[in-house]
Nanobody, 124 residues
Framework: QVQLVESGGGSVQSGGSLRLSCKASGLRVSLQCMAWFRQVQGKEREGVAGIDSGSRTTYADPGNGRFTISRGIDENEVVLKMDSLKPEDTAMYYC??????????????????WGQGTQVTVSS
């Protein structure tokens, strides 16, 4: 049984940083495409960053440089480092796994497994 568990969310002030972790069981994260998404209540889930098995990455907003997706030391962990956080980054953050990808992406419909989410709240 595949399970993805996110952690690391919390409440921070604007300009602060958080490190989100997604740990998987039942599949080898290192062999999958993984991605982070976020969702605000009442809005659609949106991609934040993705990474493939070769550690190629893609970002929803490549120019901002505030978010970095990477694989953890544990082969079954994916990390999202978030710096210079803004109030508009407030959302529930989810990680997801796609077993059949050929490149990093953030197409919601293509991801097979999802975590339960971790809340990030940024105050001004």
């Amino acid at each position: 049984q595949v399970q993805l568990v996110e952690s690391g969310g919390g409440s921070v002030q604007s300009g602060g940083s958080l490190r989100l972790s997604c740990k998987a069981s039942g599949l080898r994260v290192s062999l999958q495409c993984m991605a982070w998404f976020r969702q605000v209540q009442g809005k659609e889930r949106e991609g934040v960053a993705g990474i493939d098995s070769g550690s190629r990455t893609t970002y929803a907003d490549p120019g901002n440089g505030r978010f970095t997706i990477s694989r953890g030391i544990d082969e079954n962990e994916v990390v999202l480092k978030m710096d210079s956080l803004k109030p508009e980054d407030t959302a529930m953050y989810y990680c997801a796994a796609d077993r059949y990808c050929t490149e990093p992406h953030m197409m919601v419909a293509d991801f097979d497994f999802w975590g339960q989410g971790t809340q990030v709240t940024v105050s001004s």
